[in-house]
């Protein structure tokens, strides 16, 4: 509900530039890849997500997972595929492209990195995160495939905008994303937003944050 108490209406984009996503397209609206781990303050740690795109019977769709409910961090919240550095990952693609295969078994080899996103502190897990975006071959297949996960499913873009929904997230208004059965928000739905700034399909900041249900 909008803070008038009136039902919000679903943010508007003009379906021709959903239809016209394609790898050209992203990797010019996103920053260079980094070469290296993310700057961190001496209580972080360095970790990268992966925002997964493939073409599929829906339209552009991205690959979200759901976290396992025995989690000590995030449990049971959908997120993007993603963690902690490694030593041996050199960059936060190489992270990225680990993770999502710990979790959903996806093959590094069908997946082209094209570019990265604004880098995120997430203070409650002290985590300094970088999401990289990554474009799928076609076909390509994911699911559950490690204890930390419960479940993977790629879920449409254009069912996303559908539902994006005001928020607000420590005073500061954000978009929020309520699939059936699955709210996203925090640090996924941050990144999520940057994305779909980026390539013009939803504003960054929306106008009516609505204060019930605030992160």
Avoid at 26 to 54: S, T
Avoid at 164 to 183: M, N, Y
Wanted: glycine share 8%; net charge negative; aromatic share 4%.
């Amino acid at each position: 509900m909008s803070p008038a108490g009136t039902p919000f209406a679903a943010p508007e984009y003009e379906a021709d530039s959903l239809r016209r996503l394609d790898p050209r397209r992203v990797a010019a609206r996103l920053d260079p890849l980094p070469l290296q781990a993310p700057p961190c303050q001496p209580d972080e740690r360095a970790a990268a997500v992966l925002l997964a795109l493939r073409e599929g019977r829906r339209g552009v769709e991205l690959l979200l997972v759901r976290r396992a409910d025995h989690l000590d961090e995030h449990a049971g919240q959908i997120a993007l595929p993603g963690g902690r550095m490694d030593p041996g990952d050199g960059h936060p693609g190489a992270a990225a492209l680990r993770e999502a295969r710990e979790e959903t078994g996806l093959d590094p080899d069908r997946v082209t990195l094209l570019g990265a996103l604004d880098l995120l502190p997430v203070p409650v897990s002290r985590h300094r995160v970088q999401p990289v975006v990554g474009w799928l071959e076609a076909g390509t297949v994911a699911g559950a495939a490690s204890r930390e996960t419960a479940q993977a499913w790629f879920s449409p873009l254009a069912e996303l905008l559908a539902v994006a929904r005001p928020a607000l997230l420590r005073g500061t208004p954000v978009w929020e994303f309520h699939l059936a059965g699955a709210r996203v928000w925090g640090m996924t739905a941050l990144v999520l937003a940057d994305f779909l700034d980026r390539v013009a399909l939803l504003p960054r900041w929306p106008g009516q944050p609505a204060e019930a249900g605030a992160t």
